[in-house]
């Protein structure tokens, strides 16, 4: 007859560890807290990002502490919310777990967000090519001057670390299957341009939330793969492949 696990772990078929002992959480969360690990997480339906780290965790009394993140929208919605997910990576893998009731807090004289200790934590090993999805209000664009196709800009919309990605632009700029977009610039407000070329997979017709029409653009970012990974990196919550 098998042995009862008791050590709060359970391995699942899909390999991930789900992590139900408190003592076991409030550790990892203590690690996250001492490397100053990012965490993230959507709200309102994935167009905001809240993005923090933890503060303090505090087993005994059942509650951990984070930031503040830098976005005050997106600090409103946090706080308007019963319960969030948030993610982080560390070591290779990927951490997420549900945050309960967010309530306003002090935290070495400073403002802070407070939740109840998490029940349950999935750990699981981070994929290749998983995408990382890029909110709108912080966006990653890419520049193209390319013979053949003109000057435009396009929107990162995810890009995953084997660098396959999506974008969106305007519909007056077709792009086939097969077609290389040579030495495109990728920027992000805060951070030095990076220069690739830019593969499309395949071009699909579609609309933005506020019905503004668009084309989704399958493609693979060629060339710079450190930087590209850097340049994401904040972006953590990330998505499967199609």
Not at 8 to 15: D, H, I, V
Request: include cysteine; proline fraction near 7%.
């Amino acid at each position: 007859m098998p042995e009862k696990d008791t050590s709060g772990k359970r391995q699942t078929a899909s390999r991930q560890l789900l992590i139900r002992s408190q003592i076991e959480i409030a550790a990892v969360l203590g690690a996250l807290a001492n490397d100053k690990a990012p965490l993230a997480a959507y709200l309102e339906h994935g167009e905001l990002l809240f993005l923090t780290r933890v503060l303090h965790v505090d087993a005994e009394a059942g509650h951990i502490v984070v930031d503040y993140g830098p976005s005050k929208r997106a600090n409103s919605a946090l706080l308007s919310s019963r319960t969030i997910r948030l993610h982080c990576e560390r070591g290779g893998l990927h951490l997420e777990f549900l945050a309960f009731r967010p309530t306003e807090t002090i935290f070495n004289d400073g403002a802070a967000v407070q939740f109840d200790l998490p029940e349950v934590m999935i750990q699981y090993e981070r994929r290749l090519h998983r995408r990382v999805r890029i909110p709108p209000h912080l966006p990653l664009r890419c520049f193209v001057d390319c013979p053949g196709v003109g000057s435009f800009e396009a929107r990162v919309a995810d890009i995953g670390r084997g660098g396959v990605g999506t974008i969106l632009h305007d519909p007056a700029n077709r792009l086939e299957p097969g077609r290389v977009l040579t030495d495109c610039r990728i920027l992000h407000p805060s951070r030095p341009p990076v220069r690739a070329d830019v593969q499309i997979s395949y071009s699909i017709n579609t609309q933005l939330p506020d019905g503004t029409p668009v084309v989704r653009s399958g493609c693979r970012f060629i060339g710079a793969p450190d930087e590209l990974a850097e340049l994401t990196r904040v972006f953590v919550v990330e998505l499967d492949e199609d």
